[in-house]
């Protein structure tokens, strides 16, 4: 079973996170646990610290390394691995999630707040990860993200076929989808789809996947491996859209 502590300022935040959707499955099932931690309860003083001025002068407050520190030592076991949540982190990507739902370590996420961490905190923690280029609140959405894409990808939550054919778990965008009706404002469902010929729809599939990822994320096609077919398809793409 995955375990995910989260050490945060505003441990409410997580209410609704953990009760809808397949966060609250995997829960029930015990196919995961997840303990949120209040910093506060490890704060110092008899007015609970947690922040205070930066040295050195400038805007914001700072999470004091002490509390910090407390919490973490509190959770760390010889199986954790301590993750910090911070726009200066390596960028985070399916093959980290991959490798985060493979091994057996349990994660401690430390969220952020304020204008960042004592920088010592550096110290006492395994990975710096960022979501994206750019500035949350705070690291509690980041957590969210972490704890959901790993998740998904431990034994049993979601049938492995469907995250084997993720967009970045192969390099290659989804391929597109459709339901009911069959048309809607003069858009129809192409009719490969409801031809019932299941090697035609599966070359279809490869095809306009091939196509989206060309289109849209073409650096995902730099890491991929494609087959002689596939180049074959990739070079009437290419050709297609000159024309």
């Not at 829960?27 to 930066?54: P, T």
């Not at 999630?97 to 401690?108: E, H, K, M, P, S």
């Not at 339901?179 to 031809?195: A, F, I, M, Q, R």
């Not at 990822?213 to 793409?237: A, C, G, M, S, V």
Request: charged residues 25%; glycine residues 6%.
């Amino acid at each position: 079973m995955k375990k995910f502590t989260v050490l945060t300022l505003f441990p409410e935040m997580f209410n609704n996170f953990m009760t809808t959707s397949i966060i609250k499955k995997a829960l029930y099932e015990k196919l995961i646990a997840i303990k949120i931690v209040d910093i506060r309860d490890y704060s110092i003083g008899k007015h609970h610290q947690v922040d205070d001025y930066q040295y050195g002068g400038g805007e914001g407050m700072v999470l004091m390394i002490e509390p910090l520190v407390a919490a973490i030592k509190a959770h760390q076991t010889k199986d954790s691995v301590t993750i910090l949540l911070t726009p200066q982190g390596k960028q985070y990507v399916q093959e980290q999630v991959q490798q985060f739902a493979a091994n057996d370590n349990d994660l401690i996420l430390v969220c952020g707040h304020y204008e960042g961490f004592d920088e010592r905190i550096l110290y006492y923690i395994d990975y710096e990860l960022s979501i994206g280029d750019y500035i949350l609140t705070g690291g509690e959405l980041a957590s969210m993200v972490v704890i959901d894409s790993v998740t998904r990808l431990c034994e049993n939550v979601i049938n492995t076929q469907s995250h084997l054919n993720d967009s970045f778990s192969n390099n290659l965008l989804d391929y597109p989808v459709y339901t009911k009706p069959v048309e809607y404002d003069g858009h129809y469902v192409p009719e490969v789809l409801l031809s019932g010929h299941h090697q035609k729809i599966a070359q279809w599939r490869e095809y306009e996947a091939l196509k989206k990822t060309w289109l849209k994320r073409p650096d995902l096609l730099e890491k991929k491996n494609l087959t002689t077919e596939q180049q074959i398809l990739l070079e009437k793409i290419k050709n297609e859209k000159k024309v």
